[in-house]
């Protein structure tokens, strides 16, 4: 989607935002040219912060392709935040579906149309005690597959330390002004994916492939090493208290499919 056809709402809700986040923070942006210019792509970007989505939004809006994001149901009420939603072309996401190719068929046809669309593969805020990226959900997996297009990701740090995830109204911290970054890297290549069978254990792979190229952009970003394994929210939930799959760039992979969904905001 070109800057010409952003629409009315999109410059709304950018005209809202943007101003109270340049005066409150610094920008450090980096890998804009790995946006493609034309056509239909996917970006996936870690999540670590209710501010996040803002701060990777304004980036990516200012090389002149907006994102479209996949968001929980919920946040398409009535209301302006509903109205914000619908108006600038966000994709509902339902919970309760275990079909995931209807799921994401929104998603797909904004791709094949030209637009890119957003995941936040791990589904909500990183669990993570030092907030690396968890295990990944497969939508972005599935997604990549059908439409084949680049996938770009995409790694953000610093809205998490104004707004921590979870955070309580005492602990958020916006002075002194912290720094925004955001770094998107080269697309991934997927190739060798194609043409075989989405089953679980492909699409585990393809979501670890994506994970670890989001880390290492991450690790860039914080200039210090990413632990071997990934959060695994699913056994920590279950109270398993085994150690978590490794990172598919440090070992082995594993881990079972589970449904695609999860809140994508």
Known sequence: MSRRRIGFWYRLAAVLAKPPLVALFKREWRGMEHIPAEGGFITVVNHNSYLDPLSYAHF?????????????????GSGFVGAVMRGTG????Y??????ANAFRAAVEAINK????????EG????????????????A???ALLTRAPVIPVA???ANEAVPPYAKKDRVRLFPRKTLKVLAGPPVDLSRFYDREPTAELLREVTDVLMDAITELLVELRGEPAPARRYDRRRALAGDRREPVARAGAGDTAGNETAAEGEQA
């Open 60 to 76: 990516q809006y200012n090389t002149g392709r907006v994102p479209r994001f996949l968001a929980k149901e919920s946040l398409f």
């Open 90 to 93: 966000q994709i509902p996401v």
């Open 95 to 100: 919970r309760d579906s275990v079909d995931a």
């Open 114 to 121: 030209g637009e890119c669309v957003a995941f936040y593969p």
């Open 124 to 139: 909500t805020l990183t669990r993570d005690p030092d907030m690396w990226p968890m295990e990944g959900k497969t939508g």
């Open 141 to 143: 997996a599935r997604v």
């Open 156 to 158: 953000q740090w610093g």
